[in-house]
């Protein structure tokens, strides 16, 4: 898998959890004081987060880092 290709998964992952939990793109960017333009970026897959950010997201979604980053574990 190259590396857009992964970013779109981690991205649609995101979105699906993000959907799950039941909180809207606001949600998110309110809790964590972000920029919403970047964090649709990510859910896009059009941008590559730092790990601390990837880290901040788990916890506002309530998952675990390991988790969210690996595509062979379904949320």
Do not use: C, H, W
């Amino acid at each position: 898998m190259d590396n857009k290709e992964f970013l779109k998964k981690i991205g649609l992952k995101l979105k699906v959890i993000r959907s799950l939990r039941g909180m809207s793109q606001d949600d998110i960017v309110n809790k964590l004081d972000i920029d919403k333009s970047y964090y649709s970026k990510v859910e896009r897959g059009l941008t590559n987060p730092t790990l601390l950010y990837m880290k901040n997201l788990a916890e506002v979604l309530d998952v675990n880092l390991e988790d969210l980053i690996n595509l062979n574990i379904n949320i």
